[in-house]
């Protein structure tokens, strides 16, 4: 485990947002490029290993160009018009604004899931409770129900299997689907329901708890969080100095 995955995560979580703020209140491609050329330098310092960035980062990859090219297509028109028909209307304004758009949702997109990276979902819930003081019911009842994520993959195949045990699973599958989908939700209110009373038995929703293990927020939270800081007022200077600042008002 590197030092860096031992960062308390409510720190993590506090950079990402801080970063996420700076970068929402303007949309221009200098501010966002800023961003992620400072996060580039940083990630071999704090990210996984190459070959875990690509496989955990591709949806931000595939959503950011997709995301550019609705806003290329209807965008704002301005400038030079290139290519109109119906309601696509291609412009240097469209052009300009998928492009900030893309690098934003690069920028924003990709620290969160590096430093979220190495997070396990038990340390971010004794951190939320114990550092940001949040509700012990609020933050138990969540940490229970991402515990329980996972089952839904196993539910849903097994429920496939039984139909077909039944000989109703064999064809018509996209048929199927609402039935199927309307199983797994009652199953799944079952299980919650069961998991509620259990964890009540157990006096998880107590008004004086303790905890098991605790969360340290310590000199490397601090920096982490102020790194996070630092890179959004990067981003905020760099946009202003070079005139690109958009404020987004609203």
């Not at 609402?178 to 209110?189: E, K």
Request: hydrophobic share 55%; aromatic share 10%.
């Amino acid at each position: 485990m590197t030092a860096f995955a031992r960062v308390n995560p409510v720190a993590k979580l506090a950079a990402a947002l801080l970063l996420a703020a700076c970068l929402v209140l303007t949309i221009d491609p200098v501010s966002a490029a800023t961003a992620l050329l400072l996060t580039g330098i940083a990630l071999p310092f704090i990210g996984p290993g190459w070959r875990t960035f690509w496989a955990r980062t591709w949806p931000v990859w595939v959503a950011a160009p997709l995301t550019g090219l609705t806003i290329l297509l209807y965008g704002q028109a301005s400038g030079t018009v290139y290519v109109e028909f119906l309601a696509v209307r291609i412009s240097d304004g469209s052009i300009e604004l998928a492009v900030a758009t893309t690098l934003r949702v690069l920028a924003i997109g990709l620290p969160a899931v590096v430093l979220f990276s190495s997070v396990d979902p038990t340390d971010l819930a004794d951190g939320l409770a114990q550092v940001w003081r949040l509700p012990n019911r609020f933050v138990l009842g969540a940490l229970a129900g991402l515990r329980l994520v996972g089952l839904f993959i196993d539910d849903w195949r097994y429920l496939e299997l039984a139909r077909r045990a039944r000989g109703v699973g064999d064809t018509g599958r996209i048929r199927r689907i609402p039935g199927q989908v309307f199983a797994l939700l009652v199953l799944s209110i079952r299980r919650g329901t069961k998991l509620a009373t259990a964890m009540e038995a157990r006096a998880f929703g107590g008004a004086h708890r303790t905890w098991a293990r605790e969360s340290r927020f310590g000199a490397a939270e601090w920096l982490v969080v102020a790194s996070g800081a630092l890179v959004g007022a990067a981003a905020i200077v760099a946009a202003v100095v070079t005139g690109e600042w958009n404020f987004i008002a609203g």
